[in-house]
T-cell receptor, first 115, second 114 residues
Framework: KQEVTQIPAALSVPEGENLVLNCSFT??????LQWFRQDPGKGLTSLLL?????REQTSGRLNASLDKSSGRSTLYIAASQPGDSATYLC??????????????FGKGTKLSVIP | AAGVIQSPRHLIKEKRETATLKCYPI?????VYWYQQGPGQDPQFLIS???????DKGSIPDRFSAQQFSDYHSELNMSSLELGDSALYFC?????????????FGPGTRLTVL
């Protein structure tokens, strides 16, 4: 059974710093990995999806990397801003047949960017 | 761009009552997923539909059922509600693609059982 771990559980940084969030998974036979952002009590916003054949994916100040063989992904946030404060979750799909790729999530990293 | 729509956004029920949550996926998406997120927890997969057929079940109680209709909207029916059912319920939709099945989540329905 796939297990997804995110370290650290919480992170506090001053505004303007670059930071890295970590995600690890136990089963390296994944099709892709997705990073989400969740504000308190709100829905999940998809940030990036990185396919298993890719090593990196970029969107604005965000850069996600994927190393399948070691079971790791990182989300790099450049020049952090207070508006980046949220919980960041990574998730990997598991194919169960019949067209379903349900996601297994990590428990998230709660990021606080201090002005 | 159109997003996933969920209704209602908030729902308060008493124990042993029933609740129906609705989800309208992004147009042309062929797969719908339901997830449950308890307080301080990560989302847990409940059930999924591909082209209006149930495709997989996760940790969904027998008291819950779901279906997808001809217009692709989906409903999650919850009966004999318990206090522990209080959670955020998310619907997500995607296109069926092995390598690029990016899931887009709705804003969720917050269910409170009193």
């Amino acid at each position: 059974k796939q297990e997804v771990t995110q370290i650290p559980a919480a992170l506090s940084v001053p505004e303007g710093e670059n930071l890295v969030l970590n995600c690890s998974f136990t089963d390296s036979a994944i099709y892709n990995l997705q990073w989400f952002r969740q504000d308190p009590g709100k829905g999940l916003t998809s940030l990036l999806l990185i396919q298993s054949s890719q090593r990196e994916q970029t969107s604005g100040r965000l850069n996600a990397s994927l190393d399948k063989s070691s079971g790791r992904s990182t989300l790099y946030i450049a020049a952090s801003q207070p508006g980046d404060s949220a919980t960041y979750l990574c998730a990997v799909p598991a194919y169960s047949g019949a067209g379903s790729y349900q996601l297994t999530f990590g428990k998230g990293t709660k990021l606080s960017v201090i002005p | 761009a159109a997003g996933v729509i969920q209704s209602p956004r908030h729902l308060i029920k008493e124990k042993r009552e029933t609740a129906t949550l609705k989800c309208y996926p992004i147009p042309r998406h062929d797969t719908v997923y339901w997830y449950q997120q308890g307080p301080g927890q990560d989302p847990q997969f409940l059930i999924s539909f591909y082209e209006k057929m149930q495709s997989d079940k996760g940790s969904i109680p027998d008291r819950f059922s779901a279906q997808q209709f001809s217009d692709y909207h989906s409903e999650l029916n919850m009966s004999s509600l318990e206090l522990g059912d209080s959670a955020l319920y998310f619907c997500a939709s995607s296109l069926q693609d092995r390598d690029y099945n990016e899931q887009f989540f709705g804003p969720g329905t917050r269910l409170t059982v009193l």
